[in-house]
């Protein structure tokens, strides 16, 4: 199967989205957007890996590094392309970068009812852990723009920390 790999670019943010909405695990988060998978790039330019046949968008992975843990997001094959060794290819990419940044151990959210998604992570050596529960805060609505460095990027070493001032609320006041 002819499929090439490669890093995204900003330019990819439009084509991604449109592929997350058609072919990712959708339920239960805030909705992606281009914004956000740009600010990703800006901040990490290596985090997403993607897959193409004939220069058509068919797969992706996010492998991302916060700099202290390592997370996979988005592992997405578009329907028509599934059970070609796509997905495995992209996660193999995905464990070979993170590895790079000194990796011990990789982790990914998966929906208790995506058989699909436990299908592969099983078969590439995942276990579920199920001594750990996610717990969530929502702040503010799911349209909430970027801000801060998140829309401006980070302004790297040297730079000072933000203030912090507490008690801080998303909710104002
Ligand atoms: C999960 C997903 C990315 C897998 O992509 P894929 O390209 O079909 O995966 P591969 O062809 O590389 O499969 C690798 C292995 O995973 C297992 N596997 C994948 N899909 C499977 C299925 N439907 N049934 C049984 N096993 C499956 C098999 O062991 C397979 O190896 P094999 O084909 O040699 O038997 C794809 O199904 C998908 O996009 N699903 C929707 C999004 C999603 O749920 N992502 C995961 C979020 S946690």
């Known amino acids: 199967m002819d499929c090439v790999l490669r890093t995204a670019s900003p330019e990819d943010a439009g084509d991604l989205v449109a592929l997350w909405r058609e072919a990712a695990e959708n339920s239960g ?51 028509g392309w599934r059970r070609r060794g796509v997905g495995a290819a992209l996660l193999s990419a995905a464990e070979r970068r993170l590895w790079d940044l000194g990796a ?23 276990r579920r852990q199920d001594d750990w529960r996610r717990w969530v805060k929502m702040l503010l609505g799911a349209a909430r723009p970027l801000t801060g460095r998140a829309r401006d990027g980070w302004s790297g070493a040297g730079a000072s920390p933000p203030a912090l001032t507490w008690p801080w609320s998303p909710y104002g006041g």
């Not at 998978?37 to 046949?53: K, N, Q, Y």
């Not at 011990?104 to 995942?126: F, K």
């Open 29 to 79: 988060r805030p909705p992606d957007t281009a914004d956000a998978v740009t600010a990703l790039l800006g901040r990490d330019p290596e985090a997403v890996i993607l897959a193409e046949h004939d220069g058509v968008l068919i797969g992706s992975v996010i492998a991302g590094w916060d700099g202290w843990r390592y997370h996979l997001y988005r592992l997405a094959v578009r329907p």
């Open 104 to 126: 011990t151990r990789i982790d990914a959210m998966v929906l208790d009812d995506n058989d699909l998604g436990q299908n592969l992570w099983r078969a590439s050596g995942y």
